[in-house]
């Protein structure tokens, strides 16, 4: 028999075996995997379970001609545990729901697959199930990702008190800088930054260690992921805690190879890494009375730089504040703009 | 302000809220629901999890054609709560992952998610989260159930044992016909049959209850949901169990409309009700010890007619078997084939 090179030739059957061999064996909580009508599990012991769902959609989260089908995987994955560690919770498992069109060849699944359960692997994550069907048009993968979390240990969005700083982990703007400069095929700039530019579009890092660290220790007021952009992130968190922030521009942790590559591109770095998306860095507030526990959490994560970027006031919106110039922060994005 | 017509108008965030409106208040055990990273929720007492995923793509799944937006919610939710009742399971909670067409009328993202949320809220399903995006192709409907199941009471595909009774819920082949009618957008037969034929495919009813008290009950050996058929349900079940089922093609309960439908279109009404999918009915096979407890859940769903269709025997395959006459049950429908 000849191996099958697309979809249409493997089956529905055929491409579930090809997802299962390649997971690792499965941890002794699960009680029914991949298989059966549904996936049994057993839940954390004293916890809530935390829930999310991201979808990542060829032609609007990615572009297969300079996407390769690990990074499609990996980022999706990466996006659902982004959204676990925005609520501090510890990821346990995840079902994946994939549409997928009969011409996908064959390697094309196995890679997307595992550059999907290399990650989930990386953080514990299980695959307990999922979905396969035909997509008469793009590439769609869905994940739901569920973890737990400890009541007193959740961080949510609303929780922000006028007095506190205002933190993101990382920098901003280089997946933004990596997806331009993939889809305009030409660097441009230094070997060394459209490495970084590119990496950080592809295989972005979820900041699952900090965000369950700032959730053990009650470290932070209110937290989000910056899935949306920097700026996106801060109108939002500011309105779910029904505060205003305001921010030195000049804090802002703009990638500096991004910045590089910004300014090859001929647009100004700062906004423009504070409107690209997929960052999936923290961004978080802490209160003056919880500052020496977020030491605490800083001393054990110092391989994730944090910035502070501004404080929390009474009023509403996101504002850029330098001397008495005080400019709103432009919205973020939204997928039917 | 116009009432925005399209979800190119109405925005990401703007049907993030049209979805919230239409939800019943949330019950106290949601810590956190729609609007953060991701939901919180209490686990159930003393029970094991259970997860499923299931999505409808346009074009695969549905032709927007003759399937109204409410039967599109209607029928992603009950596929998915299908596959909860196959496990025993008693349905909680439900995330709902949306690729819309930017096209689509604001008026029909109303009516399917109206659609989806009237069966959820039947069973005491709760939405506590998704995830909207824009889909540049077919619409997509990606839902993920979550429920709960005692550890003894879940029922599983394995465990078919030589001795057991076959059983199926309901009558099969209704929605097959139903889906075969609005798509030849002519009924040819009389308005109650296409009635009943077309209800089962837009409205399937998932025998939520009926999954649960088999659970309940320890009364099914084996159990799972027929969404791909009967003939490839016969033959997955047998296969999970490593046994052979010898089914009486006179006891299988083919649906009197249905049946004057396939007549009416000139084919086999037997084959082609096998064949048919979408029927969410329960199979599943039923010990000789336990059939005293079988029958006092018979007794308390009277409403779900139940059909005996065969016995499990040792050996292989599921075969229909008619005084000396044995043939293999053809498979069922594959996605990419």
Known sequence: M????????????GAIDLIRRRLPAAPPWIVVGIGDDAAVAEPARNTLDVFTTDALVEGVHFDRRF????AIGH???AAN?????????????????????????????ESLV????????????????????RSPGPLVVDITAVGSVRRRHALTRPGARPGDDVWVSGTIGAAAAGLAMLAAGDAGVAAEDADVCAGAYLAPVPRVRLGGLLGRNRAASSCMDLSDGLADGLSQLAAASDVAFEIDPDAI???????VWFRHAGADPLPSAMAGGDDYELLFTV?????????????LTRDVPLAKIGRVVAGSGAWLVRGE????????????R
Chains 1, 2 share one sequence.
């Open 253 to 259: 942790p703009v990638s500096p190879p991004a910045a």
């Open 81 to 109: 545990l982004s959204d676990l560690a925005a609520m501090g919770a510890t990821p346990r498992l995840a079902l994946l729901s994939l549409a997928l069109p009969e011409t996908l060849p064959v390697s094309d699944l």
């Open 325 to 336: 110039a005080r400019t709103p922060v432009a919205g973020g994005y939204e997928h039917f």
């Open 67 to 70: 996407t390769p089908p690990s």
């Open 2 to 13: 000849s191996t099958p090179s697309n979809l249409a030739a493997l089956g529905e059957r």
């Open 75 to 77: 980022r999706a994955m």
């Open 114 to 133: 595992d550059g999907l359960v290399a990650l989930a692997t990386h953080h514990g994550v299980h695959l307990v199930g999922g979905n396969i069907t």
């Open 287 to 299: 209160s003056r009375r919880r500052r020496s526990r977020f030491e605490a959490v800083r001393k």
